[in-house]
């Protein structure tokens, strides 16, 4: 993987519904993995930043681990609410980019209720 | 809210034309960030100012210039602008001059039109 990918695209899912999706980064010279939650008119919201192998982070239902050996995290929520409706993002600074952070192109997660 | 200002929130103008965005960081952060958000595109760094200094590049068109002034805000110069300019723009910024590690936080952004 060259780049950070997120998947799926986007999700449609039921209030109280669990959902869980997908950040992918090179493996190698890992340094440090961002999720951040987007709503719509709004400005990306800062949820995680993460370093370390095995690192699990929490927000109220909003959970997140990494793996830096095998280049992928998961974003979970438990019992989805209709305002989880948002963009997540991921972003990763990739080797040899100076640290700035690339970012992927998100998971849409809509929750009805 | 972020405590990240940025004006305008929404800005149109022709092509060729010269626009300069605002970014007011949080109290105590140093260093500010730019980002480009173009449709179907996703953010794309442009610039980081750490403490007035210059701090990381991204593919940032030679058209475009920044700098951070000594009260830590920062303008994002943007020159003989092109249709393919219009986006939203993002500031950001954090406490230290790391962007790896560093929790960044967000302003509204700024909407550009070119006609």
């Known amino acids: 993987i060259l780049n950070v990918e997120q998947s799926p695209q986007s999700l449609h899912v039921q209030e109280g519904d669990s959902t869980n999706f997908t950040c992918s980064f090179p493996s190698s010279n890992f340094y440090a993995l961002h999720w951040y939650r987007w709503e719509t008119a709004k400005s990306p919201e800062a949820l995680f930043v993460m370093t370390l192998n095995g690192d699990e982070k929490k927000k109220g239902r909003i959970s997140a681990t990494l793996n830096t050996k095998e280049g992928y995290s998961y974003l979970y929520i438990k019992g989805s609410q209709p305002e989880d409706s948002a963009t997540y993002l991921c972003a990763s600074p990739l080797y040899n980019q100076g640290g700035k952070l690339i970012f992927g192109q998100g998971t849409e997660l809509s929750v009805k209720p | ?115």
């Open chain 2, 1 to 115: 809210d972020s405590g990240v200002t940025q004006t305008p929130k929404h800005l149109i103008t022709a092509t060729g034309q010269r626009v300069t965005l605002r970014c007011s960081p949080r109290s105590g952060d140093l260093s500010v960030y730019w980002y480009q958000q173009s449709l179907d595109q996703g953010l794309q760094f442009l610039i980081q100012y750490y403490n007035g200094e210059e701090r990381a590049k991204g593919n940032i068109l030679e058209r475009f210039s920044a700098q951070q002034f000594p009260d830590l805000h920062s303008e994002l110069n943007l020159s003989s602008l092109e249709l393919g300019d219009s986006a939203l723009y993002f500031c950001a910024s954090s406490v230290g001059a790391d962007p790896a590690t560093d929790t960044q936080y967000f302003g509204p952004g700024t909407r550009l039109t070119v006609l």
